[in-house]
Nanobody
Framework: QVELAESGGGSVQAGGSLRLSCVPS????????MAWFRQFPGKEREGVAT????????NYADSVDGRFSIVHDDADNTLYLYMNNLRPGDTATYYC?????????????????WGQGTQVTVSS
C-alpha cells in the first residue's frame, strides 16, 4: 500500500505562482509513473502533467504547457508541480497519482494510488 501526502495548495491572484508537493510513503517502490491531475466541480479528473521516474520523460496538458513544471526528486521520491502564471481557470482540486506500470499517460483509471487532493484557487 502506498500513501501520498500532498501539500502546497492555496489561494493566489492571477499571474501568481504555487508549488505543490507529493510525498509517497509505505510500499513506495516501482512507482514508474507519477502524475498530477485536477478536478473541476462537477467534472471528471483531467491530467495535468506526468513524469516517468526512470528517464524523466514528461508530458503536459496543452492548457498548462509552458506554465507548469513537473519535477521528481530521486533522492526522496518527492513529486512537485511548479505552477506559474496561474489563471482563474486553473482553480481546481489537484491530485497526485502514481502507478506501477511502465507506461505513463493521462488515463486516470490506470493509476493505482491517489493523494487526498489539495485546493488551488486563483482569483482575478
Amino acid at each position: 500500500q502506498v500513501e501520498l501526502a500532498e501539500s502546497g495548495g492555496g489561494s493566489v491572484q492571477a499571474g501568481g505562482s504555487l508549488r505543490l508537493s507529493c510525498v509517497p510513503s509505505g510500499a513506495a517502490k516501482n512507482l514508474y509513473c507519477m502524475a498530477w491531475f485536477r478536478q473541476f466541480p462537477g467534472k471528471e479528473r483531467e491530467g495535468v502533467a506526468t513524469i516517468h521516474t526512470t528517464g524523466g520523460a514528461v508530458n503536459y496538458a496543452d492548457s498548462v504547457d509552458g506554465r507548469f513544471s513537473i519535477v521528481h526528486d530521486d533522492a526522496d521520491n518527492t513529486l512537485y508541480l511548479y505552477m506559474n502564471n496561474l489563471r482563474p481557470g486553473d482553480t481546481a482540486t489537484y491530485y497526485c497519482a502514481v502507478r506501477t506500470t511502465w507506461s505513463c499517460d493521462f488515463s486516470a483509471r490506470r493509476y493505482n494510488y491517489w493523494g487526498q487532493g489539495t485546493q488551488v484557487t486563483v482569483s482575478s
